[in-house]
Structures are given as C-alpha cells and as structure tokens.
Nanobody, 124 residues
Framework: QVQLVESGGGLVQAGGSLRLSCAAS????????MGWFRQDPGKEREFVGS????????YYADSVKGRFTISRDNAKNTVYLQMNSLKPEDTAVYYC?????????????????WGQGTQVTVSS
C-alpha cells in the first residue's frame, strides 16, 4: 500500500506560481510511475502530467505544457508539480497518483493509489 499526501495548494493571482508536493509513505515510490490530475466540481478528473520511474520521461496535457513541470525525488519519496504562469482555468483540486505500470499513463483507471487532493485557486 502507498499513502499519498498532497500539499502546497492555495490561492494565487493569475500569472503567479505554486509548487505542489506529494509525499508518499508505506512503500518507496521509486517503483511507481507518478501522475498529477485535477478536477473541477461537476467535471471529470483530468490528466495534468506524469513522470516515469526513472524521471527521464515526463508527459503533460496540452493545456499545461510549457507552464507546469513534474519532478521527483525518490530519496525523499516525494513528487512535485511546479506550476508557473497560472491561469484562472487552472483552478481545481489537484491529485497525486501512483501507478505500478511501466509505461506512461494518462487515465485515472491506470493508477492504483491516490492522494486526497489539494485545492488550487487562481484569481483573475
């Protein structure tokens, strides 16, 4: 079992930055691909980005490409999501997830463990 806890969310003005952290416990995340998703009320949870075990490969949704960066520190058992140039449409609850699969995963069903989420609100 892997427990994931997100932190770092908050209220920020458009154009600002936030860094989300996802701290894992229970097992090392070095054997998991990690992903970030977000969800607005009334909408489906959508893929934001993912990073493979080796951290050599990252993938992003088109809506965040060039603005968001995923990184991981396996020694600290933590994954990060650096969010720059934030827009009001980035407002959502952000979730961290872990997948046992080797390949990059872009859908919620391919992830095995989830955090409880952290709210990000971007004001215009």
């Amino acid at each position: 079992q892997v427990q994931l806890v997100e932190s770092g969310g908050g209220l920020v003005q458009a154009g600002g930055s936030l860094r989300l952290s996802c701290a894992a416990s229970g097992r090392t995340i070095s054997t998991y691909a990690m992903g970030w998703f977000r969800q607005d009320p009334g909408k489906e949870r959508e893929f934001v980005g993912s990073i493979l075990r080796s951290a050599l490969s990252t993938y992003y949704a088109d809506s965040v490409k060039g603005r968001f960066t995923i990184s991981r520190d396996n020694a600290k058992n933590t994954v990060y999501l650096q969010m720059n140039s934030l827009k009001p449409e980035d407002t959502a609850v952000y979730y961290c997830a872990a997948s046992r699969n080797l390949a990059a995963e872009f859908t919620t069903s391919r992830y095995d463990y989830w955090g409880q989420g952290t709210q990000v609100t971007v004001s215009s």
